[in-house]
């Protein structure tokens, strides 16, 4: 049974979708007003992992995530750099799309952006208006949060709480201060649209609410997003879909933790945050993605170098021990006459426990801390095993691989797995140079191994020497 921390029950739920085995979900995405940082990619690569393992457990997973490329953060970039809004999303939008495909994010099902639904929120906000939870005011349109009872429900908030941390609350143009902006009059040097209240814009809170509706329907199982949002956007959100329908809007509330520096929450306006096009020159994907997902997704991240850098010290060790499996898999023939010893009984009960452990860890919350504790514990007992035996048992290794594969399919991680193996002329004229480095070496010709150990490393392969084989994979060229 799959238990979410629901925000808006504060407690753990028993997960059950609407519709039997399928989810409908909707994830708030990045305004791009700039490069992606590892906030952002933090919040991606939670879901992304949340939403692999339902997959993982079969579920058919209908997953929407937005770009949002019209709101004031975007204006400001715009004036400030002398450009289009259109001209700032454009550029930022590919720099996403770019480091999301680097960090091995898969594709949701579909990325609506606000700029290309206008027309769709105009007529959703004039439905608003007409149910009576919506007024104009000198060209503005505002939500009328009086008119909604429940409003502060997600948050936990009451209005008077709500008013201390309303940035316009002086506005005289609003019936109560807390009131929210749906549409916004034209303001000079902004983009516009025409509409009944006059040409302006939308507000950031109906285009999330208006995507999530038109690509998922009125009533959906998952909507998540960073901790920042529960307040004010997914309360708004929350208040404009149940205005309108009469009936709840989601099931389940996800919210990711914080990316802190410095014991700061990481953000663009304190300038202490670490783009990923940078990150990524130092680290690779694989550890950027360990280093995020062996935190709890609710709980804050703190990012220094030491902590990366081990991230990436782990990955390759694990990285290690999965491809030192797939090379025995492909080398080694199945056999139905292959005796099963009693470490090979051992290990298979080891390989039945840790798909058990992994599944009821990720059950719980989608705990990919302790998930990963798992994953890390069956290596040390792979490594154990394959030091131990006398002869590889096919079938084992068989087993031992397809269950890397099923913890790697919901982190994400090593998707290049296959192309080590890919190309069969290659392999082979590797592993001829690893023979005639192992002659060399029997005649203890050092300089002649070394030469081609090292030859081979400059061409972007490196050789490991372990205790019963010597085992090779990719690296970065350093020629």
């Known amino acids: 049974m799959i238990k979410i921390y629901n925000t808006l029950s504060r407690q753990l739920e028993e997960f059950k979708t609407i519709d039997p085995g399928k989810v409908r979900w909707y994830n708030c995405g990045p305004t791009v007003n700039g490069l992606m940082h590892l906030g952002h990619a933090r919040s991606a690569l939670a879901f992304d992992t949340i939403r692999r393992y339902l997959e993982y457990r079969e579920y058919e997973v209908n997953y929407v995530m937005n770009f949002t490329d019209i709101e004031d953060r975007m204006i400001e970039v715009s004036k400030r750099e002398k450009r289009a809004v259109l001209e700032v999303a454009e550029e930022y939008l590919r720099g996403f799309r770019r480091d999301m495909k680097s960090l091995n994010l898969k594709d949701a099902t579909i990325n609506p952006r606000a700029m290309l639904h206008i027309n769709q929120v105009v007529d959703f906000i004039r439905k608003l208006e007409e149910k009576g939870f919506a007024y104009e005011s000198k060209g503005d349109v505002y939500f009328d949060i009086k008119k909604f009872k429940d409003y502060g429900k997600l948050s936990n908030q009451k209005l008077e709480n709500i008013l201390e941390n309303t940035e316009d609350a002086e506005n005289p143009n609003k ?41 998922l329907g009125e009533f959906i199982d998952i909507h998540s997003g960073g901790q920042d949002l529960i307040f004010p956007h997914h309360e708004n959100e929350i208040a404009q879909a149940e205005s309108l329908t009469g009936k709840p809007f989601v099931n389940y509330w996800l919210h990711n933790g914080y990316v802190n520096i410095d014991q700061e929450k990481m953000s663009k306006s304190l300038g202490n945050y670490v783009n990923i096009v940078e990150l990524l020159k130092y680290y690779s994907p694989d550890a950027v993605r360990l280093f995020v997902l062996q935190t709890h997704y609710r709980s ?28 025995y898999v492909m080398e080694t023939e199945e056999s139905d006459n292959i005796e099963i010893s009693d470490i090979d009984k051992e290990l298979m009960e080891k390989i039945k426990k840790a798909r058990e452990d992994f599944i009821e860890s990720m059950n719980e919350d989608f705990n990919t ?18 030091r131990k035996i006398d002869e590889i048992n096919a079938i084992v290794m068989k087993e031992i691989d397809e269950l890397f594969d099923e913890f790697r399919s919901v982190f994400g991680l090593y998707e290049n797995m296959d192309s080590y193996h890919s190309i069969e002329t290659v ?51 350093k020629e």
């Not at 990436?312 to 060790?317: G, L, M």
């Not at 490196?462 to 990719?474: A, G």
């Open 175 to 215: 019936r109560y201060p807390a009131d929210f902006a749906l549409w916004k009059n034209k303001k000079p040097g902004e983009p516009y649209w025409p509409s009944p209240w006059g040409e302006g814009r939308p507000g950031w809170h109906s285009e999330c609410v208006l995507m999530s509706s038109l690509y």
């Open 300 to 327: 804050p991240i703190s990012f220094n170098e030491d902590a990366i850098n081990q991230a990436q010290i782990t990955s390759d060790r694990l990285f290690d021990v999965i491809l030192l499996v797939k090379s």
């Open 369 to 386: 801390s302790n998930g990963f504790a798992v994953v890390f514990t069956f290596a040390r007992d792979v490594n154990d095993y394959i």
């Open 427 to 477: 392999e082979k004229l590797i592993k001829l140079l690893i023979e005639i480095r192992s002659e060399f070496r029997k005649e203890k010709n050092w300089k002649m191994s070394d030469k081609i150990r090292d030859d081979l490393k400059k061409t972007g392969i490196t050789l490991e020497d372990t205790p019963k084989r010597i085992l090779w994979k990719l690296t970065e060229s």
